[in-house]
């Protein structure tokens, strides 16, 4: 019986195949951009891998990439895989104590420094003495680079092989609870999880030719490492567009004109408030109201947005509020929800044509197995599921039943039709004085429905009651220095409070709403590299003005 092929098979037979179909479109500033195709984007990775392999590197050797996405990222991996080693990329946004915790812990090799715009607090994190290689793009350094090793060196030739149990990357989570855990993916699982994401796409896209991609999301995360880079490598038909910078990125979508769209919620709800901010949420209801008229008007909006091209959209990464999934689609964008995790290489649920409902995250993918335990956990069992975590065999040991499930950590529901909605995280959940529990994420998506709200974060664990902490929406907080606005921005929230209340339980319900001081951004470490609110440490900013405001009769406060 003939071995089932990997993704190195995929991508040798693409260079074989069409060596001259452009793979790799990369900005390069001033509105300029460079394109790769198969054949040159092989061509350096084997470069690359040939320089590996004389440094003498075990087999298996972890090699790490810290950089933001771009095309050389690609290139990067396929030479360390080539070369026979192991990747481990880190968060482009990472402070320098975690990049060392990263590469001290996974025992990296060698790193490759890419694209960055904090590298000058993050090069302490280096350990010294660590080879370096700068990629293009990257940041000047005294490292030897990428462009000069692959002109000297003779590219490693034929169809270098790897085993299907050997590991091909070491994924580190964001650490939103404590120190990041090393994924371990071998490449038979990668592989199997990436001809899943293929024959999805397929079956809602077609077998496109010109399926095209926006990579921004951070590769170092499995969401975008997954359905992006890896289920590329596969197809061999997508071509990667790079977004150049956040001022930029209007454009680079622009350039794109995606046919498939992948984002996280926060995003999605940023895509929203810009356009409210150039029409009235009323005023285009309204005329998305109107028969024809409101197809034209949708349209509109989506080619501003640089959407209307896409085929597909998905969200994912965190809860997205059901509202805002219909919003979309009445703007004529098929918008979706899927749900999966770093531990099965983001491939367990997604929603389909037929299989699909807001406020639900989809139904089991090709192979995939779930169940809800009795305490209401998700369970899943799926073709990319890790290997374990890498040198915590305690954790292996607590993550997986005895029949090999993973256990999510993640409370669900699954209908008859097995479309299933995330309730929670299960040690998410609190308890007030009155003795229940609460699961903030619901609560949060009720919140963060209100246009005038960016994110949301539920606690009170011991308290009379829950209470909710919200950032207010970006083109608003410029504002609530006008007493009058900020009046006014004080009575919605009053109001949404009443609203949402009505809508919970007794003992869920909210005492009151504290509006943050600051935005919840990666650089202040309220959000994680991939958008998750970091509870700990946001309910500790607060902690000494709590008490205050539950003596107080005030349903709005100011923190």
Known sequence: MPTAKLILDYVYDHEAAHPDQVYLTQPVGGGQVVDYTWGQALDQARRMAAHLRSRGLEPGA????????????FMAELAIWMAGGTTVAIFPTETADTVRFVLEH????????GKL????QQAPGVPAGLPCI???????????????????????????????????????????????????????????????????????????????????????????????????????????????????FLQDLNRARPTTFISVPRLWLKFQQGVFSKMPPKKLDRLLGIPILGRIVGRKVLKGLGLDQVLLAGSGSAPIPADLISWYRRLGLNLVEGYAMTEDFAYSFNSTEKQNAPGYVGVPLEGVQARISEDGEILIKSP??????????DLDAECFTADGFFRTGDRGAQRADGLLKITGRVKELFKTSKGKYVAPAPIENLLNAHPMVELTLVSGVGQQAAYAMVVLAEDLRPKVGDPAVRAQVQDELSRL???????????EQLKMIVVAPEPWTIENGFLTPTMKIRRARIEAAVDPQLE????????????
């Open 117 to 120: 715009d904090t590298w000058q």
């Open 497 to 507: 409070l009443g609203q949402v209340n009505q809508e919970l339980a007794d003992y």
């Open 134 to 248: 700068a990629l293009p793009l990257a940041p000047r350094t005294d490292f030897e680079t990428w462009d000069a090793i692959v002109a000297r060196t003779a590219p490693l030739g034929g169809r270098p092989q790897r085993a299907p149990h050997d590991l091909a990357m070491l994924i580190y989570t964001s650490g939103s609870t404590g120190q990041p855990k090393g994924v371990m993916h071998s490449f038979e699982r990668v592989t199997r999880a990436s001809e899943g994401m293929v024959n999805d796409l397929k079956t809602r896209i077609g077998d496109k030719l010109d399926n095209r991609v926006l990579s921004y999301l951070p590769l170092a995360h499995v969401f975008e490492r997954a359905w992006v880079e890896c289920a590329s490598m596969v197809s061999g038909t997508t071509h990667i567009y790079f977004a150049e910078s956040l001022d930029t």
């Open 384 to 393: 990319g599921q890790m290997v374990g975590y890498y040198k915590r065999p």
């Open 548 to 559: 205050s405001w539950y003596l107080k009769t005030e349903t709005v406060h100011w923190a």
């Open 62 to 73: 972890r090699v790490a990439i810290l950089s933001k996405n771009c095309a050389h990222f």
């Open 106 to 113: 996974s025992g990296a090799s060698l790193l490759f420094v």
